[in-house]
């Protein structure tokens, strides 16, 4: 958002001047989506009680069929 309202604020001041916005290293990316996935969870309880579950049961299978091709 900075970055954004930064680059906006140097075109207007230098129009001719061609600036590119900085990219942010992937550890940022990830920890900003983590943080972005427990809000939603945070705010919408619920969802631990569907999606839990359903990893749940997909791990068991997983595990079990491994266990039977072994």
Known sequence: MLTA???VEKQQEQP??????????A????I????WMLGILKENPIIIV??????????YFGWYKRRIYL
Do not use: S
């Open 5 to 7: 309202k930064a680059t």
């Open 16 to 25: 001719n001047v061609t600036v590119q916005p900085m990219q942010k290293p």
């Open 27 to 30: 550890i940022i990316t990830d």
């Open 32 to 35: 900003g989506m983590f943080a």
């Open 50 to 59: 569907i999606v839990l579950p359903v990893i749940a049961v997909v791990a």
